[in-house]
């Protein structure tokens, strides 16, 4: 089962960017679709973006345009691209690929 390790994670001013890394243990190709997650304090986790093997993109409709998601197969790792952040998108963000859950990192925009 493949092993994902999230990074990049902080504390960012309102309208600031971030870049995730989801580094996986194994090659990804054979891995369809990843995803990255998030976690609100005392809510539910939610689907941020997802991404096929093919290239093909997914987003939540709160983060449309402001989100990036990509996946580099030779370093077996996943991307979120982060700009105009809002206070509302702090959380701990999630990667997910297989059956497998990264262990989170925490994102926190101030207003």
């Known amino acids: 089962q493949v092993q994902l390790v999230e990074s990049g994670g902080g504390l960012v001013q309102a309208g600031g960017s971030l870049r995730l890394s989801c580094a996986a243990s194994?090659?990804?190709?054979?891995?369809?679709?990843m995803g990255w997650y998030r976690q609100a304090p005392g809510k539910q986790r939610e689907l941020v973006a997802t991404?096929?093997?093919?290239?093909?993109?997914n987003y939540a409709d709160s983060v449309k345009g402001r989100f990036t998601i990509s996946r580099n197969s030779a370093k077996n790792t996943v991307y979120l691209q982060m700009n105009s952040l809002k206070p509302e998108d702090t959380g701990v963000y999630y990667c997910?690929?297989?059956?497998?859950w990264g262990q989170g990192t925490q994102v926190t925009v101030s207003s």
């Open positions: 194994r090659s990804i190709l054979s891995i369809y679709i």
């Open positions: 991404i096929t093997s093919g290239g093909s993109t």
């Open positions: 997910q690929g297989e059956k497998s």
